[in-house]
């Protein structure tokens, strides 16, 4: 691993599914388990996309001929377009918002209507009508689709004046306002329209806000308007599209951009994402290689670390990683990479190491959200279930994604006190509420809707999101999210061969372990069933809140 790459001057940072995929990505119950913009992996982490001229020219981009596609996603009922005539810069787009600015009960009763809504499912309108009120609850009462204007500024700001790195901090509503204004007085700076667009991905991300895509797509559509292919939109174009799962569009961008430009690391990062989550592993190993020779970093080192760990290789993972974490040289890359080693380590099992590590990336930045879930997840699992709840609550007050919604569900399940039934039910329905808003807003959201559903919502809806989510690539990821889907449908012999799949790469997941063990028990394999249970809670004792309970029970009622 070399030394991590200067940034380029209009370069910032992007989603990483990112679930997310963090990433990704994300995908969905745990925080690092997609990194293509699945909410699983998705972090902050810095991205360049320099390079000198003979870099170019000795460089060939060796990963893939298909040239770019731009079939965009269709914008849900409702949407208002933004209006991005040169004349317009700025004034059709949304202002940007703090979040959480709304007074408690006026907040508390939008996510009640939204929960409401949503959980009736009476048809489109209803569900869109969740997704509005979802909009309100996450941004305080100032709708995130377009209705409001952006606020005059007396002093435009040229975009190679907004520091990029601060695009995916604390600054990054400050930086898309300065962008804003500066593309009002210079509306044919296409550098500072895709920078615009990038900032607007990584907005979503960390609101949990997808509203924001379509803006997105409409300043890197303007930027390569005014420069024809020009890398920075194409790449920018990659994340987008990650962030939206659609992956084999991400992949498409992503090598159009290398064939212009084979340093960006934006396209090089994007460029693993899709590949993992395409479930194409061998072709992500190669180039996870191909990354790390030409743009060492942090964003390619997690990446890096990622493909290895899928494919069981722990040791690998953690020495990746520590060597990110050492590269590191801003609080916001301490916290992405600090929190990606306590998710290993969590996933692991190792309760204490994750707790430290989590403890690093809140030192870091103390409003890191994937750490703050992390930590919940990892506090539960000791016992101290008051405390998970406040983060988990802290979490989903800032950013209600299915994952830390489904979790402070089940956190109140099972903790069960006087009106936990109803909070947790709440916590189920915002669900439904984000998918209608992500799917209005040309995200993929199957794969969340599998796993919410097939434990907490409409069973054949599960189905129905997972078989058409494995339509579309097949990764560890959805053979689990399928073959349990098919198993609480009742269909346990189809899920069979699912569940294999998801455990055969030899990524060490205790709840694919888990999941195998029931369908294997359901289907008459005592035996397997009852290794698989026992190998998942001793991976991972607490891996899931209520997951880890159910597991015990199945192992004492097969005995």
């Known amino acids: 691993m070399g030394p991590r790459g200067q940034d380029d001057e ?54 893939g001929e298909c040239a770019a596609g731009d079939s965009p996603s269709a914008v849900g009922e409702g949407e208002r377009a933004v209006d991005d005539s040169p004349s317009a810069v700025g004034q059709g787009e949304p202002a940007v918002v703090e979040g959480g600015g709304a007074g408690g009960e006026e907040r508390v009763a939008a996510v009640r209507r939204a929960g409401a809504v949503a959980r009736r499912r009476q048809g489109t309108r209803q569900l869109f009508a969740a997704a509005l009120l979802l909009a309100v609850a996450m941004t305080g009462g100032a709708l995130a689709l377009g209705a409001d204007r952006v606020p005059a500024t007396t002093q435009p700001v040229a975009a190679g004046a907004v520091d990029p790195g601060v695009l995916g901090g604390a600054n990054l509503d400050a930086s898309i306002t300065a962008l804003q204004a500066h593309l009002r007085a210079q509306p044919k700076d296409s550098g500072g329209w895709a920078t615009l667009g990038l900032a607007y991905v990584e907005q979503a991300r960390t609101k949990g806000d997808p509203a924001r895509y379509p803006q997105a797509e409409q300043a890197l559509r303007r930027s390569l308007s005014l420069t024809a292919d020009n890398d920075q939109a194409l790449a920018g174009r990659a994340a987008l599209a990650a962030a939206r799962h659609d992956f084999r569009n991400a992949l498409t961008f992503a090598d159009a951009a290398l064939r212009r430009n084979p340093y960006s ?48 290789d722990v040791t690998t993972a953690r020495r990746v990683l520590g060597q990110a974490l050492a590269a590191a040289t801003s609080p916001g890359d301490t916290a992405y990479v600090a929190a990606q080693l306590g998710q290993l380590a969590w996933n692991q099992g ?31 699992a000791g016992g101290d279930r008051a405390a998970a709840i406040r983060d988990m609550e802290a979490v989903v007050a800032r950013s ?40 209005a807003n040309g995200v993929d959201a199957d794969l969340d809707t599998a796993l919410a559903a097939a434990d907490h919502g409409d069973r054949r809806a599960a189905l129905r999101a997972a078989r058409a989510e494995w339509a579309r690539r097949h990764t560890v990821h959805t053979a689990d999210a399928l073959a349990w889907a098919l198993h609480v449908g009742g269909q346990d012999q189809e899920a069979l061969s699912y569940a294999r799949r998801a455990t055969a790469t ?18 008459g394999h005592r035996a397997a069933g009852r290794a698989s249970l026992a190998a998942a809670l001793k991976l991972n004792p607490g891996f899931s809140t209520l997951g880890a309970a159910r597991a015990r029970e199945a192992l004492e009622g097969s005995a």
Do not use: C
């Open 10 to 63: 209009q370069d910032g940072r992007t989603a990483r599914t990112t679930g997310d995929a963090p990433p990704a990505p994300p995908p969905t119950r745990s925080t690092r388990e997609h990194p293509g913009g699945d909410q699983g992996r998705d972090g902050r982490e810095h991205t360049t996309d320099g390079g000198t001229k003979g870099d170019r020219e000795r460089a060939t981009a060796d990963e």
């Open 265 to 312: 690391e934006r396209a090089l990062s994007s460029r693993i994402d899709a590949l993992v989550e395409l479930g194409r592993y061998a072709d992500a190993s190669r180039a996870a290689k191909t990354a790390d020779a030409r743009r060492p970093g942090v964003p390619v080192f997690t990446r890096y670390a990622y493909v290895h760990e899928l494919a069981g």
């Open 400 to 439: 209600p994604l299915p994952g830390p919604l489904v979790e402070l569900g089940e956190l109140y399940e099972a903790r069960g006190a006087a009106g936990d039934g109803a909070r947790a039910r709440r916590q189920y329905a915002l669900v439904d509420a984000w998918i209608a808003l992500a799917r």
């Open 350 to 380: 190792e309760r204490t190491t994750a707790l430290a590590y989590y403890a690093r990336a809140l030192a870091a930045d103390d409003g890191y959200l994937p750490a703050l879930e992390g930590r919940a997840r990892a506090r539960a």
């Open 506 to 523: 030899g990524y060490r997941n205790a709840a694919f372990r888990y999941h195998l063990g029931m369908i294997e028990l359901a289907t």
